[in-house]
């Protein structure tokens, strides 16, 4: 049965389209164009009260019922159960996965999201405290980043949800004003994840 997917090209939708696609899930994908307000409606708002992509409605859901699911970490692990991919069963091997996971959502997103705001403001006044701000947060995740990887091959040892979570705004790693070279474990990883022909499928999925 196909999941359908309310999605947009944005980091916090290609975390979802590379799931989707490692995952080897069916899915349909429906733009939502957050840019002309397509996010306010109410139909949507039905799916997703955050006003926010993504969203997904899996019509073969728990106890095969339909289900709707917003909040990309959520969206993930509800994947993660449902599939049994990316997600371990064992409660030892998945608290790294929700470590990471939530250390994406709480950080590494919201920071460098701040940058990419600050970044296209016009007014030199108005950018200099924001983007310092944020771009030394983003620096300071990267390298938090970048001492964990130099321990495990993926963020919680095995490949999983969390990766691609992270991934989905390393992708926009130059918006944000980081070169990647800086951070050499982080380069490694990313290359290594982009290798993944799941992966590559996941960031060229047409989701606008
Ligand atoms: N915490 C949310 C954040 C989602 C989010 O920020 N989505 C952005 C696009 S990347 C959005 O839909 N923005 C539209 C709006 O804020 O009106 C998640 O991880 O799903």
Same mark, same amino acid.
């Given at each position: 049965?196909?999941?359908?997917?309310?999605?947009?090209?944005?980091?916090?939708?290609?975390?979802?389209?590379?799931?989707?696609?490692e995952?080897?899930?069916?899915?349909?994908?429906?733009?939502?164009?957050?840019?002309n307000?397509?996010?306010?409606?109410?139909?949507?708002?039905?799916?997703?009260?955050?006003?926010?992509?993504?969203?997904i409605?899996?019509?073969?859901?728990?106890?095969g019922?339909?289900?709707?699911?917003?909040e990309?970490?959520?969206?993930?692990?509800?994947?993660?159960?449902?599939?049994?991919?990316?997600?371990?069963a064992?409660?030892?091997?998945?608290?790294?996965?929700?470590?990471? !996971?939530m +250390?994406?959502?709480?950080? =590494?997103?919201?920071?460098?999201g %701040?940058?990419?705001?600050? &970044?296209a $403001?016009?007014?030199?006044?108005?950018?200099?405290?924001?983007?310092?701000?944020?771009?030394?947060?983003?620096?300071?995740?990267?390298?938090?980043?970048?001492?964990r990887?130099?321990?495990?091959?993926?963020?919680?040892?095995?490949?999983?949800?969390?990766d691609?979570?992270?991934?989905g705004?390393?992708?926009r790693?130059?918006?944000?004003?980081?070169?990647?070279t800086?951070?050499?474990?982080v !380069?490694r +990883?990313?290359d290594?994840? =982009?290798?993944?022909?799941?992966? %590559?499928r996941?960031?060229? &999925?047409k $989701?606008d």
């Amino acid at each position: 049965m196909t999941i359908t997917f309310y999605a947009w090209g944005t980091p916090n939708g290609r975390k979802v389209s590379v799931a989707l696609e490692e995952m080897e899930l069916p899915y349909t994908v429906v733009p939502v164009n957050i840019g002309n307000g397509e996010q306010f409606q109410p139909a949507f708002l039905r799916i997703s009260p955050n006003n926010k992509i993504p969203a997904i409605v899996d019509p073969q859901g728990p106890d095969g019922q339909p289900i709707s699911v917003f909040e990309s970490g959520a969206i993930l692990l509800y994947l993660g159960e449902k599939t049994g991919k990316f997600l371990p069963a064992s409660l030892r091997e998945r608290v790294p996965v929700l470590e990471w !996971l939530m +250390w994406q959502m709480g950080g =590494f997103g919201p920071m460098p999201g %701040q940058v990419h705001h600050f &970044a296209a $403001l016009e007014a030199e006044a108005d950018r200099r405290y924001g983007l310092k701000r944020f771009s030394d947060e983003t620096h300071r995740l990267y390298g938090v980043l970048d001492r964990r990887l130099a321990q495990t091959e993926f963020v919680a040892g095995e490949l999983s949800v969390a990766d691609f979570a992270i991934l989905g705004w390393a992708w926009r790693h130059e918006r944000h004003k980081v070169d990647l070279t800086t951070y050499p474990n982080v !380069l490694r +990883w990313y290359d290594t994840l =982009f290798a993944r022909p799941g992966v %590559q499928r996941g960031f060229a &999925a047409k $989701l606008d």
